[in-house]
């Protein structure tokens, strides 16, 4: 598994983004990984998978005793999903505004959910919320050698 390297701050922050099945089937893939490379973050894993019930209960814990939650299970369950670790300063608070808010309703336009959806039960993104969960969520997900540390040559145009 990903071994968290207490060196992963700064402008080696890392958070965790999935497209989830619907983003997969409505073919907004390409365009979402755009965002995240035009805003200067650097990609260190990513991968299609079908995700299994035991892993997304795992990831999504936390809301175990929601309504909503084997609802949630079956739609992130439904089809591939874009696993997908980035990296840059604050990344873990600059996706989660570039994600939007978890309703898409509540979501401006110009991000990801207030562009792309309509409904918080298809709301085609995840992204970490804490460098915390982020570390948790990269474990889940990531095996370490799935992960690639990779000069980025024009690292000094994004970095002063
Ligand atoms: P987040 O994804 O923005 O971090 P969470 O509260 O952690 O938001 O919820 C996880 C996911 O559960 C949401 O992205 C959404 O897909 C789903 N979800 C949250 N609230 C509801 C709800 O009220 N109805 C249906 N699905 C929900």
């Known amino acids: 598994a990903y071994v968290f390297q207490s060196g992963w701050t700064g402008v080696n922050?890392?958070?965790f983004i999935a497209i989830k099945p619907d983003g997969v089937q409505r073919r907004l893939v390409g365009q979402i990984v755009q965002r995240f490379e035009k805003k200067g973050f650097k990609l260190v894993g990513m991968k299609l998978i079908q995700a299994t019930e035991?892993?997304?209960k795992e990831h999504?814990?936390?809301?175990?005793?929601?309504?909503f939650f084997s609802g949630l299970i079956s739609y992130m369950s439904s089809g591939p999903v874009v696993a997908m670790v980035w990296?840059?300063?604050?990344?873990?608070?600059m996706a989660r505004k570039m994600l939007g808010e978890t309703n898409p309703a509540d979501s401006l336009p110009g991000t990801i959910r207030g562009d792309y959806c309509v409904e918080v039960g298809r709301n085609v993104i995840h992204?970490?919320?804490s460098v915390e969960s982020a570390q948790r969520e990269i474990s889940l997900w990531f095996r370490e050698n799935e992960l690639q540390c990779w000069e980025d040559t024009h690292s000094h145009w994004i970095y002063n």
Do not use: F, N
């Open 13 to 15: 922050e890392r958070t």
């Open 60 to 67: 999504y814990t936390e809301l175990r005793s929601k309504p």
């Open 87 to 93: 990296q840059g300063l604050d990344v873990v608070k």
């Open 127 to 129: 992204g970490s919320d």
């Open 54 to 56: 035991g892993l997304l």
